[in-house]
């Protein structure tokens, strides 16, 4: 089992976006507010996004301050639970046996949240939104700026240059618009079940249910 070679590049590094690739769903943080009992804040909020009332920056500002007083290891432990896509567990083990570096990049959440997803997947790697905690629960501010698709390009470099990988021994699994920057600045570009917009500028396009139908073109079996 080896990595592939893309436009003569041997691929060392994959990229996934979370919401809508590993999780099979737009937004993994309404069904964990759910089960919190802030369901209803967290959609209205997501609903005020689409619909064009707020913008993304502000999106993720309300989301941070909806999650004040919440704990920590109560959202850990439902972020341990939550469904992730069929195959996810299996693809990501299938790329780390075969040698590759995984990272997570995605604009909702936490970062502090998505660690729970870290340790059940073994990724390398993941960033999100930087949510300030204090004592074991969410103030509600976050410490950093909001994560949008122009930081999401520019976490993606970071984190190769630190790998000491080449931006083009890189594929970024994304499935919208918020990874058109990432999949611009990586060698290789997979579009899972995506949006239009993302149609454009991905190299391979795959319609899925399950995780693992990406393997094919990223392990090549002995």
């Known amino acids: 089992m080896r990595r592939i070679t893309f436009n003569g590049k041997e691929l060392r590094m994959v990229v996934f976006d979370f919401d809508g690739v590993l999780y099979d769903g737009d937004s993994h943080s309404v069904e964990v507010a759910e089960k919190l009992g802030i369901g209803e804040m967290v ?7 689409r619909e064009g009332r707020i913008s993304f920056e502000e999106a993720i500002i309300n989301s941070a301050a909806q999650w004040k007083g919440i704990g920590v290891e109560e959202t850990l432990k ?11 567990e299996k693809t990501v083990q299938k790329l780390r046996e075969a040698g590759y570096i995984t990272v997570l ?18 990724l390398d790697y993941v960033y999100s939104n930087s949510a300030e905690v204090i004592d074991g ?34 594929v970024v699994i994304g499935n919208d618009e918020m990874d058109i920057p990432m999949f ?17 500028h991905a190299k391979i396009v795959l319609n899925l249910k399950d995780m693992r139908e990406i393997l094919p073109h990223l392990i090549l079996e002995d």
Request: aromatic letters at 2%.
């Open 78 to 88: 439902l972020m341990r639970e939550l469904k992730l896509r069929t195959g996810a």
């Open 137 to 170: 629960k969410f103030t509600g501010r976050l410490t950093a700026p909001p994560v949008d698709a122009k930081k999401k390009a520019k976490i993606f470099l970071e984190i190769a240059r630190e790998a000491g990988v080449h931006p083009s021994e890189c």
């Open 184 to 200: 611009m600045a990586a060698g290789c570009s997979i579009a899972v079940n995506p949006s239009e917009a993302l149609k454009k």
């Open 105 to 122: 990049i995605s604009c909702g959440g936490s970062n502090t949240a998505l660690q729970a997803i870290r340790e059940r997947l073994g």
């Open 43 to 49: 959609k209205k909020n997501l609903r005020d996004l």
